[in-house]
């Protein structure tokens, strides 16, 4: 592969753009794991070779595989830059937002396994059942909880106060961090980073009155203790967050029972 | 078949569907289907923020905000329903800032706001601090601070339900709303939600453009099942063109970007705004801008060796502000351009950015199904509606505020109908349409393949009905997208299977996208004038005598089959303020 995309630059002159654009398209070979129970149990892998520019997504080249090689491929996707939260998928063993990663940053010139993440059932190609991640999400009681009457305009909070907290509101849900934890690969029982990242977010929201509770959920078998901060949830997050701070800052708040 | 009963089904999970269902199911026994996940809607890309004249930094109030609104939209507005917008944009921020969601502050602790285009003190003097925002993801924390709070509410989702149709049916003469067909992806399966009243709020329809700052699955499906149900499209011609999306990509760099004080600049370096508009400058309205920036490439100013984009210039601002106050955006553009904006301009250009028309309701979000009678039952809110509060051209903000403000009373309106109303028969054989469509396409054994006549579309669209428009190119874009829908009817899908079948989900997409097309450059070739975002070159006035009007697009089936668009029109509402030449 490497030879015939030599070839191709060397060949490429300065002649007319269309020939010059051309040259800057390499060949790669994604690596697809292939699943789809109405046509067989098990799943499969399967190779596809095309022609794409380096500076591309991994989520174009699996557009261009879908739109002209084979429809059948499925895949989630929606925003194409990083923020629906749709693509999250392991590229190359790592978990990734398809549509944020470029090919040229990947090694391109090996070809690039892309599977569907991992810990969540199957449905069919990189498509997976992402109900039991939202659950553990619901059940942390991510939305603010004040009592007494509500003020007539908005509550007051220092922007000190605001900035304690910035790095877990930038969670889109793509589930790359819990689908990288090792424990929740072993217990989907566990509540999974990015639960416990927005659990983060309220328990360290001056505004909220319930940090109590869920630091009582949090507590629980499938809670934060079963965190065993390997830092995989921190190296996939597409976001930047760092999550296994945020944990730790849980775990903190659990023993000094202050936040 | 499984047929489910709700009192009011919400469709679509973006901003304005969940703003609506967080009030509706507070009252009636509410549905919604969307299909995505609520999280990945599109309200999420918002980046710059949510206008209201809160006065936290500096003088306003909520007129100055009607009248940037009415002004912005080059007085197509209807001046009722902006003075609404703007009135109870106040409160709207107030709640979303008491459900949760955590705006950026000022020192005194309040919510803290900035600088957007066509925002202005005094009837515009000068540019105001009137974006309420949470860094440049102001959108995603609106999305994921009203998905919490649907949490908290117990709302009811169906995910990946994808609605292809709306149920109607006939009561004593008068077309009620039955409910709507939905397809579930996972399984194939066809659903049917008989409701007492149902609510459109499934987002835009920019995916028929190629450059667009639109996420894939934006394709109009509402405004398509409204249409072919015989219900009306306003002003589907205006069609907003965002100034700055990155380069070749059209992905969105907020205008917060020229708000915190970025520049754009031609290849010799120079503030071109200057020169278009002297008091506004680089926060002149989008329109305005994008023409601007157009203008800039075609007299031969454009950058790189092209000469096909200019540069948003952020490099002589502090980098900690960029880093507190335009994270993403930053990062985009070193993700996508391999570009430190500290030190280097970002090579951008207009994107395809929000449709102004949509499905035409009255204030309290009724759709309606000619100039004035609302379709009992039937509400819509956001993108998808056209109410309408910005006219031929949206101001920056005011889209966010849109889908809370409209979101929130469609919700009320709707659910507060479906306590008092009965259900609707539903019409006989009520799976027929999608059943037909769904077997036709998948069964389908054509020729035709779906990405070359979506690419061919979009070609078609980026080249005739952008920025600048004339007859002719019109022309050519009905008549290519003519031929485009022809070739779909012998279009067929590889995959053959129920379950998680997106690659029939793109074709129907591409379905809805041509029509709307159609009735966009329909729409733009009668319109001989110039106003906001529909520019033609042909006519570059605006013509308040013969066009100060919304256009109103049908849908007619000849008896033989078929099918033409026909233009009506609908006066503009107008109240305190007579249109004025606009000036930024």
Redo the contacts between chains.
Sequence with gaps: MGTATLEKNDSAGPVD?AENSASHLITVTLRIRRF????AEESNWQDFTLQIDP?ERVLDALHQI???M???L?????????????DAMRINGRNRLAC?T?IKDIGPDKPITVEPIKGLTV???L?VD?EPF?QA??DVM???V?NGN??T???????ED?ER??DT?????CAACTSSCPVFWNDGQYFGPAAIVNAHR?IF?S??EAGEQRLEILNDRDGVWRCRTTFNCTDACPRGIEVTKAIQEVKRALITRRF | MQIHKYDTVIVGAGGAGMRAAIESTKRSRTAVLTK??P????T??AQGGMAAALANVEEDNWEWHTFDTIKGGDYLVDQDAAEILAKEAIDS??DL????L??????????DQRRFGGHSRNHGEAPVRRSCY??D?TG??IL?TLY??C??EGVEFFNEFYVLDLLLNEVDGVKKTAGVVAYEL?TGEIHVFQAKAVVFASGGNGKFFKVTSN???LTGDGQAAAFRRGLPLEDMEFFQFHPTGIWK?G?LLTEGARGEGGILRNKDGERFMEKYAPVMKDLASRDVVSRAIYTEIREGRGCGA?KDHVYLDLTHLPPEQLDAKLP?ITE?AR??L?IEPYTDPVPIQPTAHYAMGGIPTNVEGEVLSDNTTPVPGLYAAGEVACVSVHGANRLGTNSLLDINVFGRRAGIAAAEYSATADFVELPENPTKFVEDEVENLRDATGNE???EIRKALQETMDKNVMVFRTEQTLKEAVEEIGQLRKRFRNIS???K???????LLEALELGNLLDLAEVTAVSALARKESRGGHYREDFPNRDDVNFMRHTMAYREVGDDGTESIRLDYKPVVQTRYQPMERKY
């Design positions: 753009s789809n129970p109405e046509v500076k879908k739109w002209e084979d429809g059948t499925t895949f989630r996707r929606s925003c194409a830059h990083g923020i629906c939260g749709s944020k470029l449905l069919k190609d498509v992402m939202f999400y619901r991510p939305f603010l004040t509500e003020p305009r908005e509550r007051l909070q220092s922007a605001r907290f910035d509101t930038k969670c889109i849900l309220f929201d505004r909220d | 995505l996940y999280t990945r809607s599109h999420g890309a921020v107030l800032e008491k459900m949760g955590p705006f950026n502050r000022t020192p005194q602790g309040r919510i949470a860094a993801r995603h924390m994921q919490q709070n949490v908290k996972a996420a894939h699955t990509m992905i092209d993403d985009f993700t996508y391999g393949r779906v990405v899908v590889q995959d299977g129920k379950r998680f079948n997106t690659d």
